[in-house]
């Protein structure tokens, strides 16, 4: 290995067994919560066994939402768990893909590094992977890195990383690295009873490749009891102890809470000779209460067109939770497909309900029916918030309908509109490869004064999060004006339009950035905060006068 191991950070790593999606990103994101709150440095990384380089070219009904990081990198949706919870901006660093890795010891080898050598799986793959775990901790100084792999134990794509981590742990010394391990203990309603066998296969497989586990987290939806985990450690070679239950919760915000009930956090310290008070977690019990026992309830729409895989706008549907918390309700969400709107009309979807959301997304498909919902938000007075897409859809939807230009339109949706009022970014034209080359990361934004974008964050400046290819077109930016738009959020030299309100109405906002993918569980987002608060008077107003 070229650089060294820190001798001052501690590893852990978090591998899955007998099925996947079982919550490794939560259980990483738990662990770190713990340790950060006990006064460590924690940085969290994914490494992802597809040979795609990044994601970002991956159907979100594949993979789910893309995470974009301030850096610009496009992201696994875990990444996304890991801010939410520790509050620490991850970037590039912290997703490793095959498709990286292969990628950079390939160009390594055509550029002559290896010397004329034989490029093999070991130990110039492994030594990649090593090197990007090292590079990491160096980067971040952190003291802890939890590493998660994705994928599941016996996977045959997954074996480079699993052989890496063996090679790891072996390098680092005793002490410095723990291995935990994600499986699953599922009831049997025929037999009556749970069984440990799918548990003892997985760790069987694991330690064939040489990874013996220090700890069992074992998904359940029901407690374990202590016989059970004495003869899952009996089996898997583990402590008893160290036999972790991981129940189903009714959020995902108690799960640090039931891993601090069972000592998780002091035992990982303890084996790894680490030493700090103990975790103060008022803050975060203060909130599941409130999570779990709200003062009110609302509903407010989410209108897309990848409802049906709710994992693509899953920061979106955080960043409600956090929302919720900071004005002391619950918000229910009703998951809307845009093609049904632009069929049946908006009235059969949307007069129950507190608020309308139109997220980001690409193509044309439901565009109709997101144009309609916005129509019917502006008429009716109903709290609008428009994401990226949403905030060009708001544009175009006002520019027919209260400006008069007939079929306007995104040149994304019709190149031959005769009133493009979203038109492709000047930077964007000339670009071939779909990876990695939008608009992407974060970037500065000016807020006017006494608007409701500026009454949210309380600032004139902001820096958001982007990922899109399209804007506004700033030869329809007075027409707009002169119709009751205000451009409310500009990029610093005043190109770009980054925020638009309109006039004379509750609540009507959009954004061509996510501010969903800054929300933290304890730092709520303004502009979700904001949209919550106005749905909740729209509510009571509504109310009243019912």
Request: with cysteine; aromatic share 8%; proline share 5%.
């Amino acid at each position: 290995m070229t650089k060294k191991i820190p001798e001052k950070t501690r590893f852990i790593f978090v591998t899955g067994g007998v099925v996947s999606s079982l919550g490794k990103g939560i259980a990483c994101a738990s662990l770190g919560f713990l340790l950060k709150s006990r006064g460590l440095k924690v940085t969290i990384m994914k490494m992802d066994p597809y040979l795609n380089v990044d994601p970002g070219t991956m159907s979100p009904f594949q993979h789910g939402e893309v995470y974009v990081t301030d850096d610009g990198s496009e992201t696994d949706l875990d990444l996304g768990h890991y801010e939410r919870f520790i509050a620490e901006n991850m970037s590039r660093m912290n997703n490793v893909t095959t498709g990286q890795i292969y990628n950079t010891v390939i160009s390594k080898e055509r550029r002559g590094d290896y010397l004329g050598a034989t490029v093999q799986v070991i130990p110039h793959i492994t030594d990649e992977i090593k090197q990007r775990i090292i590079v990491l901790a160096r980067e971040t100084d952190a003291e802890v890195v939890i590493i998660e792999v994705g994928g599941t134990v016996g996977d045959i794509e997954s074996q480079p990383f699993l052989e890496a981590i063996r090679q790891f742990c072996l390098e680092a010394g005793i002490g410095n690295t723990s291995n935990m391990h994600l499986t699953l203990v599922p009831f049997i309603e025929s037999a009556g009873e749970p069984k440990t066998k799918p548990t003892q296969h997985s760790v069987m497989r694991l330690r064939e490749i040489g990874i013996q586990p220090d700890f069992l987290i074992c998904r359940s939806d029901r407690h374990l009891n202590k016989s059970l985990k004495e003869k899952i450690a009996l089996f898997c070679n583990v402590r008893p102890e160290r036999v972790i239950e991981a129940i189903d919760v009714s959020t995902i915000y108690e799960v640090p809470l039931r891993f601090a009930d069972q000592q998780l956090d002091s035992k990982v310290m303890g084996l790894m000779n680490l030493k700090t008070d103990p975790a103060n977690l008022n803050q975060l019990q203060n909130i599941v209460k409130k999570i779990k026992d709200p003062q009110s309830k609302i509903k407010i729409a989410i209108c897309g067109k990848y409802i049906k895989l709710k994992d693509a706008y899953k920061s979106i549907t955080e960043s409600f939770v956090h929302a919720a918390v900071a004005n002391n309700t619950r918000v229910t969400l009703k998951w809307v497909d845009s093609e049904e709107v632009e069929k049946d009309g908006p009235a059969k979807y949307f007069s129950d309900v507190c608020g309308i959301l139109i997220p980001g997304g690409f193509g044309n498909r439901g565009i109709e029916g997101k144009l309609t919902a916005i129509k019917y938000s502006r008429e009716n007075k109903v709290p609008f918030f428009g994401i990226c897409l949403g905030l060009q859809c708001a544009v175009i939807e006002f520019a027919r309908n209260s400006c008069n230009l007939k079929d306007a339109n995104s040149i994304e949706f019709d190149p031959a509109t005769p009133h493009p009022v979203i038109h492709i970014m000047e930077s964007q034209k000339n670009i071939k490869d779909l990876g990695g080359t939008m608009r992407l990361g974060a970037y500065p934004c000016i807020l006017k004064d006494q608007t409701r974008s500026f009454q949210a964050y309380q600032t004139n400046y902001i820096n958001e999060r982007h990922r899109h290819r399209y804007e506004v077109n700033n030869d329809y930016r007075r027409i707009l004006q002169e119709n009751g738009m205000v451009l409310s959020g500009l990029s610093p030299d005043g190109n770009l339009v980054e925020m638009i309100e309109i006039e004379n109405h509750p609540y009507f906002l959009g954004c061509q950035f996510h501010p969903e993918l800054k929300s933290r569980i304890t730092q709520p987002h303004p502009l979700f905060v904001s949209f919550v608060k106005a749905a909740l008077e729209f509510c009571s107003k509504n109310q009243q006068n019912g």
